[in-house]
């Protein structure tokens, strides 16, 4: 089976659209958070997940869509999800409320762990970015694949027993060129293979003037997307 696999979307409603035209033969897909929140397109998206129904885990920007009491140290992200808890529809709501945060799966005899972060216990010094093999080894070593997101970074890792991939950000790329990632991964093969993708910037821009999204995020968009 193919499995279409992405994460970071963040509301980026015409980079779904261009993710869904590279994806080709895709049987099923991968959600790993964050697909609310920084970029116009909520609904957009949540209803095409609705429809799509992809084995889903929940990131912190749909954790704080869900809990006013949690706010972001950047301005610009509290500022969307702000603007977001008045935007999304009642169904889409209720669909989040019905996610959770990790998620065991076996695809073709491939046992499969999916989460948004990787354990707080594997980071280096804190850091998001940092691991230690052998300590993602024994936490997640009997699995076959771990996908995880929130770093925004495309990143294959081949453990003792284990291979850790993050697709990437399909919605907010942080790649040097500005590029979008999602992940293929074969379930017979148990290999996977990051796609990269433009993301086509008009769509978005005049989303943000017309629905009051901050600013900031037409700079990062004519940045390609640093912040």
């Given at each position: 089976m193919l499995v279409g696999v992405y994460s970071d979307l963040h509301s980026n409603w015409p980079a779904l659209n261009q993710m869904i035209e590279c994806a080709g033969n895709v049987e099923k897909w991968i959600c790993l958070g964050d697909s609310v929140g920084?970029?116009?397109?909520?609904?957009?998206?949540?209803?095409?997940?609705?429809?799509?129904?992809?084995?889903?885990?929940?990131?912190?920007?749909?954790?704080?869509?869900?809990?006013?009491?949690?706010?972001?140290?950047?301005?610009?992200?509290?500022?969307?999800?702000?603007?977001?808890?008045?935007?999304?529809?009642?169904?889409?709501?209720?669909?989040?409320?019905?996610?959770?945060?990790?998620?065991?799966?076996?695809?073709?005899?491939?046992?499969?762990?999916?989460?948004?972060?990787?354990?707080q216990e594997a980071r280096i010094d804190a850091n998001k970015y940092l691991?230690?093999?052998?300590?993602?080894?024994?936490?997640?070593?009997?699995?076959?694949?771990?996908?995880?997101?929130?770093?925004?970074?495309?990143?294959?890792?081949?453990?003792?027993?284990?291979?850790?991939?993050?697709?990437?950000s399909a919605g907010f790329p942080v790649t040097k060129d500005g590029k979008a990632s999602f992940l293929i991964f074969d379930t017979k093969t148990q290999k996977g293979e990051h796609v990269f993708f433009n993301i086509k910037p008009s769509w978005l821009i005049n989303s943000i003037k017309k629905n009051s999204y901050h600013k900031r995020l037409e700079e990062y968009i004519k940045n390609k997307f640093v912040w």
């Open positions: 920084l970029f116009p397109g909520v609904n957009e998206v949540i209803d095409w997940q609705r429809f799509e129904k992809p084995y889903f885990v929940q990131g912190d920007h749909e954790e704080a869509l869900l809990n006013p009491t949690l706010k972001f140290t950047s301005f610009t992200a509290n500022h969307s999800i702000d603007l977001q808890r008045k935007q999304i529809s009642p169904i889409n709501r209720t669909y989040l409320l019905n996610t959770t945060e990790h998620l065991s799966l076996n695809l073709e005899n491939c046992s499969i762990f999916l989460t948004h972060f990787l354990s691991f230690n093999l052998k300590s993602l080894d024994l936490l997640y070593g009997l699995y076959d694949v771990v996908f995880f997101g929130h770093t925004h970074f495309p990143l294959a890792i081949k453990g003792k027993t284990t291979q850790y991939y993050n697709p990437g």
